[in-house]
């Protein structure tokens, strides 16, 4: 997360597990603490990962759709598990993935092609040797090269972590970051000279309070990444407290959050700058942005709980990233795709010219044009990489109970090439944001997929 200047439209979406996963409402109470067990799947349940969501310590929701913490942060011990087989060989499959998918673009500013990170904690900090560890050996991973390949990013090394001989502060503000990481930058030779290929991990115990841009730490983001010009050169930094959650360990959350913030800042390591890269999705899908809270590559998987998991080469749990090629494909666009997986889908047509956004800060987007009152039937094609047979589709508003729109569906079942049709109506019209997203709900067996899609005035 960068911190995108257009909020989010809900607090928590649906509760739901998306990208791909179970259905929803399935409870799975298990979870592992990777990296502090000597068997990263110890304790694990036997089912996928379900549709729970963090909360702090006192109950309520870790924050706004966007942050890193909506989904939950279970461990990938079986995802096999419940999903739909193929039920057919697949030499002569044509995948019917609609053309023209959303995809995060390149601004044209740079990447960081050979990665180097360092870990930097404070003597207050109680994971100060799980996360050094995290830093080391994530980059060298084939779930790293999987998450960031394809956008020109290479193996990436640690340096020797940095350990603060002093506790983080009580509360401190990003401005205050750049301040303190400038001066340690001078001081503090343990440190890597101000380089464009190094990346700061900046790791803050929960004793701490982050914020950046009025949001808080744990409960409005759960990271974010930013730079610096030191010496004339842009320094990038992630910056990652640590959580208190109910359905989760601090160190996995402390993990699942840096792996996105890690892969963020190497694929846009200059977000808030004049020279960002693979900041947003493309203009024709906006409205992603703005749903999700963000269109960087980790930020349009953060939602999803099934984005999280334990590699087998990592004993740490991490986030599943955006994939243009995957996406394109028909595959699961946040990949590494899952053990097992057969990824099909439903994606509503959109050919109308909407607005997004409120005050000075709306923009355009394909979308649905509904006028308040009114009704209009869209095309809803289905996909799957492989055979699973026909597969059932609804459609939910967002927040449930909390939109304006309404669905009716000519077919709710269908297979891979299938056209189906739904009518949506706006019952009345949305002042906030100019329009209201949706959803688009697969589901077969054990696995629930979604699409975003949005209804424009």
């Given at each position: 997360?960068?911190?995108?200047?257009?909020?989010?439209?809900?607090?928590?979406?649906?509760?739901?597990?998306?990208?791909?996963?179970?259905?929803?409402?399935?409870?799975?109470?298990?979870?592992?603490?990777?990296?502090?067990?000597?068997?990263?799947?110890?304790?694990?349940?036997?089912?996928?990962?379900?549709?729970?969501?963090?909360?702090?310590?006192?109950?309520?929701?870790?924050?706004?759709?966007?942050?890193?913490?909506?989904?939950?942060?279970?461990?990938?011990?079986?995802?096999?598990?419940?999903?739909?087989?193929?039920?057919?060989?697949?030499?002569?499959?044509?995948?019917?993935?609609?053309s023209g998918m959303p995809l995060v673009v390149n601004s044209g500013g740079p990447t960081v092609?050979?990665?180097?990170?360092?870990?930097?904690?404070?003597?207050?900090?109680?994971?100060?040797?799980?996360?050094?560890?995290?830093?080391?050996?994530?980059?060298?991973?084939?779930?790293?090269?999987?998450?960031?390949?394809?956008?020109?990013?290479?193996?990436?090394?640690?340096?020797?972590?940095?350990?603060?001989?002093?506790?983080?502060?009580?509360?401190?503000?990003?401005?205050?970051?750049?301040?303190?990481?400038?001066?340690?930058?001078?001081?503090?030779?343990?440190?890597?000279?101000?380089?464009?290929?190094?990346?700061?991990?900046?790791?803050?115990?929960?004793?701490?309070?982050?914020?950046?841009?009025?949001?808080?730490g744990c409960f409005t983001i759960g990271g974010y990444h930013n730079s610096i010009v030191v010496?004339?050169?842009?320094?990038?930094?992630?910056?990652?407290?640590?959580?208190?959650?109910?359905?989760?360990?601090?160190?996995?959350?402390?993990?699942?959050?840096?792996?996105?913030?890690?892969?963020?800042?190497?694929?846009?390591?200059?977000?808030?700058?004049?020279?960002?890269?693979?900041?947003?999705?493309?203009?024709?899908?906006?409205?992603?942005?703005?749903?999700?809270?963000?269109?960087?590559?980790?930020?349009?998987?953060?939602?999803?709980?099934?984005?999280?998991?334990?590699?087998?080469?990592?004993?740490?749990?991490?986030?599943?990233?955006?994939?243009?090629?995957?996406?394109?494909?028909?595959?699961?666009?946040?990949?590494?795709?899952?053990?097992?997986?057969?990824?099909?889908?439903?994606?509503?047509?959109?050919?109308?010219?909407?607005?997004?956004?409120?005050?000075?800060?709306?923009?355009?987007?394909?979308?649905?044009?509904?006028?308040?009152?009114?009704?209009?039937?869209?095309?809803?094609?289905?996909?799957?990489?492989?055979?699973?047979?026909?597969?059932?589709?609804?459609?939910?508003?967002?927040?449930?109970?909390?939109?304006?729109?309404?669905?009716?569906?000519?077919?709710?079942?269908?297979?891979?090439?299938?056209?189906?049709?739904?009518?949506?109506?706006?019952?009345?019209?949305?002042?906030?944001?100019?329009?209201?997203?949706?959803?688009?709900?697969?589901?077969?067996?054990?696995?629930?997929?979604?699409?975003?899609?949005?209804?424009?005035?």
């Amino acid at each position: 997360m960068m911190g995108a200047d257009l909020r989010p439209f809900i607090g928590l979406l649906l509760g739901v597990a998306a990208c791909s996963g179970p259905a929803v409402g399935e409870d799975v109470s298990a979870t592992t603490d990777a990296g502090n067990s000597s068997d990263p799947d110890a304790g694990a349940s036997p089912s996928p990962k379900g549709a729970t969501f963090l909360t702090p310590s006192g109950g309520s929701p870790v924050g706004h759709l966007g942050t890193e913490w909506d989904a939950s942060l279970l461990d990938d011990a079986a995802p096999e598990v419940g999903l739909p087989p193929r039920l057919g060989g697949d030499a002569s499959w044509t995948n019917a993935v609609p053309s023209g998918m959303p995809l995060v673009v390149n601004s044209g500013g740079p990447t960081v092609t050979s990665p180097v990170f360092q870990s930097v904690t404070f003597a207050n900090y109680d994971l100060t040797p799980s996360v050094d560890d995290f830093v080391s050996r994530v980059g060298l991973t084939s779930y790293w090269l999987s998450a960031v390949g394809e956008y020109g990013i290479g193996l990436a090394r640690a340096a020797t972590p940095v350990h603060i001989a002093e506790g983080g502060p009580k509360n401190i503000d990003d401005a205050d970051i750049q301040v303190w990481l400038a001066n340690e930058l001078a001081a503090n030779p343990a440190l890597e000279p101000p380089s464009s290929g190094t990346v700061y991990v900046l790791f803050y115990p929960s004793a701490t309070s982050v914020t950046f841009a009025g949001e808080e730490g744990c409960f409005t983001i759960g990271g974010y990444h930013n730079s610096i010009v030191v010496d004339g050169v842009n320094v990038s930094y992630a910056v990652i407290p640590e959580c208190v959650t109910e359905t989760a360990t601090e160190l996995q959350t402390t993990t699942s959050a840096a792996s996105h913030e890690m892969i963020e800042a190497v694929t846009d390591p200059l977000p808030l700058t004049s020279t960002p890269a693979y900041l947003e999705v493309d203009a024709a899908h906006h409205f992603y942005s703005v749903v999700l809270g963000g269109g960087e590559v980790g930020d349009l998987c953060a939602q999803w709980p099934a984005s999280f998991f334990v590699p087998d080469d990592l004993a740490y749990t991490v986030q599943r990233t955006w994939s243009n090629a995957a996406v394109a494909a028909g595959r699961d666009p946040c990949q590494p795709e899952l053990d097992g997986e057969t990824f099909f889908n439903a994606v509503a047509t959109l050919t109308d010219t909407v607005h997004v956004g409120n005050g000075a800060l709306v923009a355009t987007t394909l979308g649905v044009a509904i006028a308040p009152g009114t009704s209009r039937t869209v095309d809803v094609t289905l996909y799957s990489e492989g055979d699973v047979g026909p597969w059932t589709v609804s459609a939910e508003s967002i927040p449930v109970g909390g939109s304006s729109l309404t669905f009716a569906w000519d077919k709710t079942t269908g297979n891979n090439g299938d056209t189906l049709h739904l009518t949506i109506t706006a019952n009345y019209g949305d002042s906030s944001y100019g329009g209201e997203p949706f959803l688009i709900v697969s589901t077969l067996g054990a696995e629930t997929n979604y699409w975003l899609g949005y209804a424009g005035q």
